[in-house]
């Protein structure tokens, strides 16, 4: 049976400057047996992979291998105590004030139990935490009580149940707009852009909701960032990105007159700035997309996990910019250095990943390197789950018939064309231009044997998926791959990347 690697991984994680203070943290709180605690904690790390029966080896013959359990489980608490120690946060400060606030409170220290009440409940209302505000609130109230309400008016004894009334009325509407913002995620993860009406029908119905119709009715900063993320999204999915810019600049503007937020709140400024450089590719505004990226690169944060996604935001974005710009080279190297880091660290949020792997994809077959395009999709296809991203899943079984058309491989096109249609279909998700596109692949692909009938097969094609994509459902289609390009480079006889840099540099004028 395999040993928990816990300890390991929380080991391997820590930074050099984490490692220091545990080490100082451990001198203070192991007593007799501290060399044994070092010394398991040093073994450990030494390690490049975890092998306990080297370690138990290693101290055979020593008590401590009775129960090794016993000092891994007292050393892993050990490592996390000191780590709370190390990071602070709004959070942690409050949670610590009601602990001492017992405590002095236990020793009848009562003024003192004052002074951290007033402190906690300035803190509290500073950074909105509405749940640790009604703690400090019911604390106040029983240090009246405490001294039998001497010296204590009724206006003082309303105040403090008027504030109590507040912080749940703004916890309740920031509870309400969570609720919603996390279901329209879900959605949004799943599928992508609006493909059918059930599914547009379930944006508006959200869209309708009372809480959405004024920010008004955002009673807190959280409840208001929420309130601008719907909106974002919900023109988003429906290929209204100028006014989804709209709102993600109000969202943006409105961290920015909080800094105070911001820096409480860095995960939720890095949503809003990743949103609002996505809507600006969709409009083609690259330097809005470099200035984003900067001020991502700018949030401070100690959590490497945020650090992560920053580190995939920034590069994604600009190798989107650099696909879309036709610049090659400058492209590879951005994807080479993704890759690099995916194989050093793997903790990348999936839908994430999809759109990773995809854009390598198109990457690859803008440079024609079909081999390589299809070994991307193939890890889209075959490696993660179906319910991540299934709009990417859909675009790469279409773009992987397109490869395998290019690459001269119609046995597989006809091998494929069946399951990537029964897949689309199963899942309801076929817009008209896909219909199009894959009865094309599957009606006369197989017929085109001379250069004449190719020539016109795929100027009928252009002109009916062209015709389609004038509604703006389906021209979401595009966004996942210029088929119209390619369609041309087909009739004209021309590189795909040629054509497409040649639309990139008009859409730039």
């Not at 545990?22 to 192991?30: C, E, L, R, V």
């Not at 105070?260 to 969709?282: D, Q, T, V």
């Not at 397109?402 to 597989?412: A, F, N, Q, T």
Request: glycine share 2%.
């Amino acid at each position: 049976m395999k040993q928990s690697e816990d300890l390991f991984n929380l080991i391997k994680s820590l930074k050099r400057t984490e490692k220091t203070y545990f080490k100082k943290f451990s001198q203070f709180h192991i007593k007799g047996g501290q060399n044994n605690y070092v010394r398991i904690y040093d073994a450990i790390e030494n390690q490049k992979t975890y092998d306990e029966k080297k370690l138990l080896d290693l101290f055979k013959g020593e008590p401590l291998t009775n129960q090794f359990w016993v000092a891994k489980n007292y050393l892993y608490n050990l490592i996390l105590r000191s780590l709370e120690l190390y990071h602070s946060s709004v959070d942690s400060e409050l949670q610590s004030m009601l602990h001492r606030l017992e405590i002095l409170y236990n020793k009848s220290l009562f003024d003192q139990c004052e002074k951290i009440v007033e402190k906690g409940i300035q803190q509290s209302l500073n950074f909105e935490k509405h749940l640790m505000l009604s703690e400090f609130l019911n604390w106040k109230m029983k240090l009246f009580q405490n001294k039998a309400y001497s010296g204590v008016t009724m206006e003082q004894i309303n105040e403090v149940y008027s504030q109590l009334d507040d912080a749940a009325a703004k916890w309740r509407n920031y509870n309400d707009y969570s609720r919603l913002i996390n279901v329209i995620y879900k959605k949004r993860r799943k599928s992508g852009f609006v493909r059918t009406e059930d599914q547009a029908d379930e944006y508006e119905q959200m869209i309708r909701n009372p809480l959405f119709s004024s920010e008004e009715k955002a009673k807190s900063f959280l409840a208001k960032n929420h309130y601008f993320t719907v909106y974002i999204t919900y023109y988003f999915t429906k290929n209204n990105f100028d006014k989804a810019l709209q709102y993600s600049n109000n969202q943006i503007s409105t961290f920015d007159h909080f800094p105070i937020m911001r820096s409480n709140l860095p995960f939720e400024y890095f949503i809003a700035l990743k949103n609002n450089a996505l809507i600006n590719r969709r409009l083609f505004q690259y330097e809005e997309v470099i200035h984003i990226v900067e001020k991502l690169n700018a949030i401070d944060t100690s959590s490497d996990t945020l650090k992560n996604k920053i580190i995939y935001a920034a590069f994604s974005n600009e190798l989107v910019i650099r696909i879309n710009l036709v610049q090659i080279d400058a492209a590879e190297k951005i994807a080479d250095r993704i890759i690099e880091s995916l194989e050093k660290n793997k903790i990348v949020d999936k839908a994430d990943e999809v759109t990773i792997y995809y854009n390598i994809s198109v990457l690859k077959f803008l440079k024609e390197n079909y081999k390589e395009a299809n070994y991307w999709l193939g890890k889209i296809i075959n490696e993660l789950a179906l319910d991540v991203r299934s709009d990417f899943q859909s675009f790469a079984r279409i773009l992987r018939l397109i490869i395998h058309y290019e690459m001269g491989k119609i046995d597989l096109v006809e091998y494929s064309i069946k399951s990537t249609y029964r897949f689309l279909s199963k899942k309801n998700m076929l817009y008209k231009t896909e219909k199009i596109l894959l009865n094309f692949i599957r009606t006369k692909v197989q017929r085109l044997n001379n250069s004449a009938s190719t020539h016109s097969a795929f100027k009928q094609l252009k002109m009916e998926i062209t015709e389609a994509a004038e509604d703006i459902k389906e021209s979401a289609v595009l966004n996942y791959f210029d088929f119209i390009s390619w369609l041309e480079s087909k009739i004209e006889n021309r590189s795909f990347a040629d054509v497409t840099y040649k639309k990139a540099q008009a859409y730039r004028k």
